[in-house]
């Protein structure tokens, strides 16, 4: 006889319940046992507010009728236990009345024993497990004894159902209507944790961990597949709780075929075993349950397939973009596009090259979810081409590949856009995220706009042919589209390739969606990474077609300059991508760069700038780090960054990602460079080109005075990357300046001069010893000042200072004393690039001016080049 479960008893203060049970209206709780010494248990009997006893079997209390006694025991077993359970009393356990007390609920007026109440209000179905009735009745027990209800058959009040296998009419029941499917270890799992008062039945985690693996208790062959891909089925069928086995097992449940590389049955040792298509398993991996096999058996694929009517069939079916419908309905579309899909590769090129362009016309059912777009019969074209014009038959070909991407665009966006974001935010069906599928799928929904359009324009074209028909104002019409679409998407396509990798190797269920989308015949059995670069690959392609259209066409076609236009078009939307194609990297460069910086200012990474290049120099002079310091210079479109190379890391930045000179990576230990200086460009007065002839070559200079400074400041450098081409790269930055001040001769801001125009001392340079520090100065920082001697020479460095700074240059050996120093106005950048003499070795001596004691010119020594330049 079946246990009255918690629905088939009625409340205690009910008309029903009097009549049915003579139940005392007065309640008293006894504690039995080990539960007398529970502080605890006192403590939450307490809370009741009726007679609390204490017992040490309890069985004193059993005759007494004049109170309806609770009997509170820590553990359900013993005679004891049976005695009490065989009385008109209730049983409690020690965690039910916690959870009771905890909760501030009245005590129960269930009829059968209750340990715990984690399970209350949860209504079970058994299924599968009519083999093992002890095990059955084992795990019944426990549900009633957490205060569950059973029921024989599934109905609306069925909360959960435990099965043994996956397959069955209750497991079908349940997969439909979404009741929880749980594994027999989630009841033992609940029973073995009985006295957490905080364990519950709905628990999250417990339902996560212990629900039932889709394939529990299948045995799987997988027929028709390449070894590798069977290999890979096989290990996710284990994960997902079934049993790989041959064709010839007697046992066998299941048997999945590769429908692309097997077209008749096979032959089975069990008679019982379904065959079904490789949609079934990568539907059920999506779905976390079983599909049902009658929607995938093979048998049905093959009478589809095969029948003369099949191309009628598929045209009566409809692509809707629902996750249910896709996954458990999906529609079986032939026709050239599947064909030519999955030819790959293989397939026979054309005038562009490009897999699109050899394509057939698609299915006219790819075209039916666009609405602005009707479809063309072109399947009798071919026949007629041969009497067509050469320009006419290029044109159809533009049409046909045309309508062939923008089925695959439609395949993208109704088989794998929708359906996901239908999903996104579904407790439990969600398998991407609003992030990832904006990272996917955000910059598609354009290119998918405007080629529809397009598709329309050409068709229109089509149906109404003539010679004279402007092909090239189509593609003009759409220029400016064309431009918005294709840079954002093809900028970020490896942001979106990686997203997508990144999601199929860490989400089950997404990769099952892909795999089951895959042999969907729209997709021709292409991978969804593989679908998405075809954007990429078209306006080539397109271009290729208009040049062979233009190429046959008479120059006095009024279409021909239209044509030329519409090239220069497609050509322009290319350079733009590559244009913002380099300004993204440089952009993502600069965050990379960010982080390798310590103390970095937070205003370097900016919408507007982007970084250019990367030199790793030494400096000479004072100011900055210090002589002989190594530091990098980090060129951006308006700032300079100076930073100082860290001992530790010195010449250790390898990657194989590199941007313009930049290798980015991502240290576990430290950061490789240490703030120093941010130098906008437009403080920048002049870059200064010191030659020497006698030693080392990569001298040069940055003359910087800032708005609110009075004097000018002089850095000097070596470059130490010999890789890099000193003249190319003062070039480079001489022009980012004229770009930032907005000046349209770059070369005014390059000024050269021999190093002893500028007395700096180069006797170490000749002598080597600076070419040995360069290559030894990571070893000891104290070589780098010893091998300058700047010590030694400390009057050079003040008369190269004197020389770039003041106005007029001078070959008086004294440097200008203090007094004149501070009489002087420092020279700008105009009275800086006076300095250059034509390029001379040396100063003319009628040019030759002593040291002022005013900012005002000395008539004494000007000569007439001198008035000319002033």
Known sequence: ?????????????????????????KKRICLVGAACNDPALNAAAQQFKVPVFKSETGTEYIEDTTYHTYFVLKQFEGSEYYTLCKSPHRILGSTALLQLAEKKESLPSIKRPLFTQAMIGKVVVFSG??????????????????????????????????????????????????????????????????????SYADSEELMATYKLKPFYGAKVCFFGFHEEEKKHMCEILEQQGGESTEINDPNCTHVVVDEANVNVLPNLASVSAFIVKTGWFWVSVQNEAAADEKEYLFEHYLETALSPTASNRRNSQQIVASNIT???????????????????????????????????????QLLDGIPEVETVDTENLPNVRENLSKRHQVFLELVETEANYVGILNTIMMLFKLPLENLVGKSGKEL??????????????????????????????????TEDISIGKIFLKYELDLVKAYPPYVNFFENTKQMLEECDQNK?????????????????????????????????????????????????????????????????????????????????????????????????????????????????????????????????????????KRSKAFNSLKSPNTINGLQSSKLNQGKLYKHIKMLSLSTIRKVVDIRETEGYHKLFALVVRGTQELKEKFFSFIITDEEINKTNYLQILCRQM????????????????DSHQLEVGTGDVASGTLKKTIKFASRTRARVGRAFSFNKTPSKLNRAMSTIMSPFGSTQSLPPTNQQMAQMRLGSCNNISELDNGGSSSPNKDDVLVAPMSDQPTRKALSMASLRRL
């Not at 079986?332 to 090259?353: E, R």
């Not at 980090?634 to 100076?642: G, M, S, V």
């Open 1 to 25: 006889m079946e246990e009255p479960s918690i629905h088939s008893i009625g409340d205690i203060n009910s008309a029903e319940t009097t009549k049915n049970y003579i139940i005392p209206r």
């Open 508 to 644: 089950p269920r997404f990769h099952a969606f892909l795999k089951n989308c895959q042999t969907i015949p729209e997709c021709g059995r292409q991978s969804l990474k593989e679908l998405l670069i075809k954007p990429i690959q078209r306006l080539p392609s397109i271009n290729l077609l208009l040049s062979d259209i233009l190429k046959h066409t008479d120059k006095s076609n009024p279409d021909y300059s239209a044509l030329e236009a519409s090239i220069n078009c497609i050509k322009k939307v290319m350079t733009y991508i590559n244009e913002d194609k380099r300004k993204t990297e440089r952009q993502l460069a600069m965050f990379d760069i960010f982080n390798e910086i310590d103390n970095c200012p937070p205003h370097l990474v900016s919408s507007h700038r982007s970084f250019i290049n990367k030199c790793d120099v030494m400096e000479v002079t004072e100011g900055l780090s210090g002589r002989g310091d190594h530091l990098v210079l980090f060129l951006f479109t308006d700032t300079l960054e100076i930073c100082k």
């Open 738 to 753: 004229a770009l930032a001040v907005r000046v349209a001769d770059a070369d005014t801001l390059l000024i050269r001069y």
């Open 326 to 364: 896709l996954s458990k309905h999906p529609c079986w579309l032939g026709g050239p596009l599947a064909n030519i899909l999955q030819n790959g590769a293989d397939s026979p090129a054309s005038v562009s090259g490009s897999f699109l362009d050899c394509t057939a016309s698609p299915d006219k």
């Open 432 to 465: 991407l995220n609003s992030t990832e599928v904006k990272i996917i799928f955000g910059n598609f929904p354009p290119i998918y706009d405007v080629h529809k359009q397009l598709l329309e324009a050409l068709r229109c074209s089509a149906t109404n042919w």
């Open 129 to 198: 497990f009519r083999a093992k009735e002890d095990e059955l009745r084992k795990l019944a027990n426990m549900v009633l004894l957490m205060g569950g209800s059973i029921r024989k058959e599934m109905g609306t009040k069925v909360t959960h159902l435990i099965a043994n296998h996956c397959s069955g009419e209750k497991y079908r029941y349940a997969d439909i209507f979404e009741v929880p499917i749980m594994s027999a270890e989630w009841l033992t799992a609940l029973w073995n944790a009985k006295d957490d008062v905080s």
